[in-house]
């Protein structure tokens, strides 16, 4: 099945900082979100983007399906961005299940 | 307000006492899904529902049964709980197959589930 690898693990950002979240995927995808679960464990939808770039505030994600790869872009870091970062996909040969990543970590200090 | 539920909320039981935790949407959603989180290995799907009567296994069905008959609600079960089984478990519901469609999965609060 679809293999999902998110980068990096873990990462610690001062409060202003930016950061690059990253998930590759090994197939081909016809659906492809970024989630974000507090540290209260709620999960909130980010994007929708199977392809292209959107923007939402300080968040924009860019997929680029061709070379099979996602990017989560946090600009001007808040303590309230942390939490775990996940990237979940689609493949196109099964339009049903949903295969997410380990997650991102990410911790915003003070 | 449009959600999805999940109860209990924390769980503690025994090896072997058979255990139910419910769901449900009231966005009148056709799909809905069950996942676990484990530290370190994300969320894993366990069962998925297309629609009323119509279940399949996710990646990790063994020890969970579901079942969907009615619109809102996918209960999971555990017929014979064991400490493996210890886990977060999330429902999810879309309004259909996530692949079929934009569709934007909204996940229930989390069921915390401790077997002994």
């Known amino acids: 099945g679809i293999q999902v690898e998110q980068s990096p693990p873990d990462l610690i950002l001062q409060e202003g900082a930016n950061s690059t979240l990253r998930c590759n995927f090994s197939d081909s995808v016809n659906n492809l979100q970024w989630f974000h679960q507090n540290p209260w464990g709620q999960l909130i939808n980010l994007f929708y983007i199977p392809s292209g770039t959107k923007q939402n505030g300080r968040l924009s994600a860019t997929t680029v399906a061709t070379e099979r790869y996602s990017l989560l872009y946090i600009s001007s870091s808040q303590t309230t961005d942390s939490g775990v970062y996940f990237c979940a996909v689609i493949s196109m040969n099964r339009d049903d299940k949903i295969i997410f990543g380990k997650g991102t970590r990410l911790h915003i200090l003070p | 307000e449009a959600q999805v539920t999940q109860n209990p909320r924390y769980l503690i039981t025994v090896t072997g006492k058979k255990l139910t935790v419910t769901c449900s949407q009231n966005m009148n959603h056709e799909y809905m899904s069950w996942y676990r989180q484990d530290p370190g290995l994300g969320l894993r799907q366990i069962y998925y529902?297309?629609?009323?009567?119509?279940?399949d296994k996710g990646d990790v069905p063994e020890g969970y049964k579901v079942s969907r008959k009615e619109k809102r609600n996918f209960p999971l079960i555990l017929e014979s709980p064991s400490p493996n089984q210890t886990s977060l478990y999330f429902c999810?519901?879309?309004?259909?197959?996530?692949?079929?469609?934009?569709?934007?999965?909204?996940f229930g609060p989390g069921t915390r589930l401790l077997v002994l």
């Open positions: 529902s297309m629609n009323v009567e119509v279940t």
């Open positions: 999810a519901s879309s309004l259909r197959a996530p692949g079929r469609a934009q569709e934007t999965q909204y």
